[in-house]
């Protein structure tokens, strides 16, 4: 059970998603449907460490990014309409943490190539801005790219 919630995405018009910790330091995002919110459809147990998570969530792919002030790791996870309600893909390890992180829009991203979703994270030693891509990988270059890259509102 999530006690202290830090953030709200709003994943649909029927779902939300609240990112928080719990009494034992363990961070949690929970996914609630709008008509009952008082109790939740499904919770995910993230991990353990202290920082605050910082949740990415793209709406046209239905894909949540997750991550964390002080962490190295990007979690995904992708959402569905029926249980478990969200799975969870993979995650991508780098070498040193972040402090801060953020997304480029639609139209910077290499679509030729099956990228996805460009993310900028502040070094906090250096403080440089290093991106980090996330790519679709496709065996025939030019095929399947209709169902990756729709109409998107986030442009």
């Known amino acids: 059970m999530v006690l202290s919630y830090n953030y709200v995405v709003f994943a649909s018009a029927q779902r939300l998603v609240t990112f928080g910790n719990t009494r034992i330091n363990r961070r949690q995002f ?4 709008i008509s009952s919110f008082g109790s939740s459809l499904a919770t995910i147990d993230v991990d353990g460490s202290s920082g605050q998570l ?3 969530f793209d709406p046209d792919l239905n894909l949540l990014y997750v991550s964390g002030k002080g962490d190295s790791t990007f979690r995904l996870y992708e959402f569905v309409n029926r249980p478990p309600y969200v799975i969870y893909l993979t995650e991508c390890q780098q070498q040193a943490p972040h402090t801060c992180i953020c997304t480029i829009s639609k139209r910077a991203l290499n679509l030729t190539g099956a990228e996805v979703m ?4 502040l070094h906090p030693q250096s403080l440089l801005i290093q991106p980090l891509s996330f790519i679709v990988p496709r065996r025939v270059s030019h095929h399947g790219y209709l169902a990756l890259f729709r109409t998107s509102f986030m442009i």
């Open 30 to 33: 929970a996914i609630h449907s």
């Open 118 to 121: 460009r993310v900028y994270r």
């Open 54 to 56: 910082c949740p990415l």
